[in-house]
């Protein structure tokens, strides 16, 4: 019987791929893990240094410095390795789809280092999909020494999926939303091969991510307590409202990238100064608005927070996650969007929710709302609503608020089918110059 492995028996083609993909999970949340910790401490320094910025004054011109280089070395990096630029998640979909092909050693060990710079620079991006990417990479490594009469063949390819898996399980610890997101977002076939091979590769990043790195949940929202049933409708209104908005995020990203693309009026190599900068700004005055968001999620899901600072931080945060998104930077939007949901999620909270609780007619608890948000704005946007319900449930643990999730989720996703605006990666995909 042939199979797409080898002319083995159909009986050990399985469990030779669970290994194969367990292996490739094990690699792949080794180098997401390696990103993360290394980012993290590297960032906290950077933090509690800018911090004395007014007593220490010398502190801010060698900041900015720093950024000037920044920029000029993560130009001559895209520049080198063109497939890194952005997120990598339309890279590593074409790739799949037979439409693009890469050197996986180049392209992991230039997105490591792109990916890292720009989020060392305070950039609004996300390293997950930088992390799928990397991941895919190693997939495209293991695929050329297991397939090594086909190596550059990636179409389809049981491994490069299985890093993919992994990119995403290591980098927001959330295994089931790595296997989801293959097979909901990525397209990839729906056969058990796959499966097993990604399921495999899930568990093995998980495992390393856990145990070798010790790290825990991105949000730890456990305490959350689920709306009643009397509020579901709240809960609907939400998901219908956050499919038009994701819909306006998707628009005004493509918008910006298009301005930016045909604009002359920056040179080629300085075009990632401007958001540097402005990142560089916002560490001073406003650090919770730097980096993806995790901070901001966890401080607005936490903390009361004024009506009038809520509505600023949205408002920048939104303006900022846009604007670092340009000039081909390497980077992530799952993370941005996801913060952004967060916020908007506690500002509809703090509309109707607190208004309709002093009446009886709703909770008044607005936590869960800020985790709706998530999942709605990011079924908007990407449209894959079970891998945000799996992702934002696996990331925060809590799962009383699941029914709720599916009710936003899929009513935004719908709403967004609706008003005939393709998904974020789709519309990134056909930008890209093959």
Same mark, same amino acid.
């Given at each position: ?36 910790? =290394? ?51 339309? *890279? ?47 997939? /495209? ?11 550059? /063949? ?47 590769? /899930? ?59 045909? *604009? ?56 900022? /996650? *846009?604007? =670092? ?41 607005? *936590? ?67």
């Amino acid at each position: 019987m042939s199979n797409p492995i080898h002319s083995t028996s159909a009986k050990s083609v399985l469990p030779m791929l669970a290994m194969r993909g367990l292996a490739t999970g094990l690699c792949a949340g080794c180098v997401v893990g390696l990103l993360r910790l =290394s980012h993290d401490r590297a960032a906290a320094r950077v933090a509690l240094w800018l911090e004395e910025w007014r007593e220490v004054w010398w502190t801010v011109p060698i900041w900015f410095g720093v950024l000037v280089a920044l920029a000029v070395i993560l130009r001559r990096i895209v520049r080198e390795e063109p497939l890194i630029s952005g997120s990598g998640i339309p *890279q590593t979909e074409l790739a799949l789809a037979g439409r693009l092909s890469f050197t996986w050693w180049r392209v992991l060990l230039a997105k490591f280092l792109g990916s890292w710079l720009a989020l060392f620079g305070g950039l609004a991006l996300g390293r997950e999909g930088p992390s799928i990417q990397m991941g895919g990479a190693v997939g /495209a490594g293991f695929h050329a020494l297991w397939r090594p009469a086909a190596p550059h /063949a990636l179409t389809g390819s049981p491994y490069v999926v299985a890093g993919a898996v992994a990119g995403l399980a290591a980098a927001f610890g959330a295994p089931a939303a790595g296997v989801l997101f293959a097979f909901e977002e990525m397209k990839s076939r729906r056969d058990t091969s796959l499966i097993v091979a990604a399921c495999a590769s /899930a568990i093995g990043a998980h495992l390393m991510i856990r145990i070798v790195f010790g790290m825990g949940r991105i949000l730890p929202f456990a305490g959350f307590e689920a709306p009643p049933l009397s509020s579901f409708w709240i809960v609907a209104l939400e998901g219908a409202v956050f499919g038009v908005l994701g819909v306006g995020y998707n628009k005004t990203l493509l918008w910006l990238h298009d301005r930016e693309a045909g *604009q002359t009026l920056i040179p080629d190599r300085w075009r990632a100064l401007p958001p540097l900068l402005l990142a560089g700004c916002l560490a001073l005055f406003a650090p919770l608005l730097i980096g993806g968001g995790e901070s901001l999620i966890i401080f607005v899901g936490e903390h009361d927070v004024a009506l009038k600072t809520l509505i600023l931080l949205l408002a920048f945060k939104y303006l900022f /996650a *846009q604007y =670092s998104t340009v000039a081909a930077i390497p980077g992530g939007l799952l993370m941005p969007i996801l913060c952004l949901g967060a916020l908007w999620g506690r500002l509809w909270a703090e509309l109707p929710v607190s208004a309709l609780a002093a009446h009886g007619l709703a909770s008044g608890s607005v *936590q869960p709302y800020v985790l709706f948000g998530m999942v709605s704005y990011f079924a908007a946007t990407v449209r894959a609503p079970l891998t945000g319900i799996v992702l934002v449930t696996e990331m925060s643990g809590t799962y009383t608020c699941l029914p709720g999730s599916l009710l936003a989720g899929l009513i935004a996703c719908k709403v967004a089918n609706l008003l005939h605006c393709p998904p974020v990666y789709d519309s990134l995909k056909e930008r890209i110059r093959l």
